[in-house]
C-alpha cells in the first residue's frame, strides 16, 4: 500500500506540473486558496503513503495519531477543494469541472468514513481498502492534466479513474485475500454509481 501511496504522489506531482511548464496560461490562475488546495491534497496523498508505512514497520501510536488529525486536513481539503469548483464553473463557465470534482467528494468522504469506522472495529483489510478507493476517486484531476497536455479529450480522465481505480482495488484484493470480499464489493460499488450518476448529469447538462 506504500508503493501505492508513493506512486500517487509523485504521479500527481507530475501531472500537475507538467501541465503548468506546458501549458503556462494556468499559472495565472494560481491564487492563494489554488496553491493552498493544491499543497492539502499533497498532505493527504504523502500521509496516505506515510501511513501505510508507518503500520508496516508497526508504529501503531503514531499511525492512529495522525489518523485522527487527518480529519483536519480533509476538512481543508474539501472547503478549498468545493471553493474552487465553484469559482472554476462560474468564472470560467466550465461547470463540468464543477460537477466533476463535487463527484470526487461525495465518493471520497463517505469512504473515508468508512475507513475510519473500519479501524475501530479493527477490520484492518477494509480500512485499508476504504482508504486507497477513497484515494483514488480523488485522481480524477491529476489524469485530466496528463489528459490534457496529450491534447486527448478531457472525459477520457473519468474512464482512466474508474478503470484505475477497479483495477487497483481488485488487484489488491486478490493479491491480500485471494477473494472479492463484500466490503470491497459495497465500496466499488458506491464508487462506480457515484460516475454513473455523474456520467448522467454531466449528460444533462452538456448533450
Not at 38 to 43: F, G, I, R, T, Y
Not at 111 to 117: D, P
Not at 132 to 150: F, H, K, S
Request: net charge positive; proline share 2%.
Amino acid at each position: 500500500m506504500r508503493r501505492i501511496g508513493n506512486g500517487l504522489l509523485l504521479f500527481s506531482a507530475l501531472a500537475f506540473g507538467a501541465k503548468a511548464l506546458i501549458h503556462t496560461e494556468v499559472q495565472a490562475r494560481f491564487t492563494p486558496i489554488v496553491i493552498f488546495h493544491a499543497a492539502v491534497m499533497l498532505a493527504w496523498l504523502a500521509l496516505f503513503a506515510n501511513q501505510a508505512s508507518l503500520a508496516a514497520w508497526k508504529r501503531f501510536g503514531l499511525h492512529k495519531t495522525l489518523g485522527r488529525a487527518s480529519v483536519l486536513l480533509v476538512a481543508a481539503m474539501v472547503a478549498s477543494g468545493v471553493i474552487i469548483s465553484w469559482k472554476i464553473g462560474q468564472e470560467l463557465g466550465r461547470f463540468e469541472v464543477t460537477i466533476v470534482n463535487v463527484a470526487a467528494f461525495v465518493t471520497f468522504v463517505p469512504l473515508y468514513c468508512a475507513g475510519i469506522y473500519f479501524a475501530r472495529k479493527r477490520r484492518i483489510h477494509a480500512h485499508r481498502q476504504a482508504m486507497l478507493i477513497g484515494t483514488l476517486a480523488l485522481m480524477t484531476p491529476a489524469y485530466a492534466r496528463v489528459i490534457q497536455v496529450l491534447g486527448l479529450p478531457d472525459p477520457l480522465a473519468i474512464v482512466v479513474q474508474l478503470t484505475i481505480t477497479v483495477l487497483m482495488a481488485i488487484s489488491y484484493e486478490w493479491l491480500t485475500m485471494g477473494r472479492l470480499t463484500q466490503e470491497v464489493q459495497a465500496m466499488l460499488g458506491y464508487s462506480v454509481a457515484v460516475v454513473i450518476v455523474m456520467v448522467a448529469v454531466l449528460a444533462a447538462f452538456f448533450l
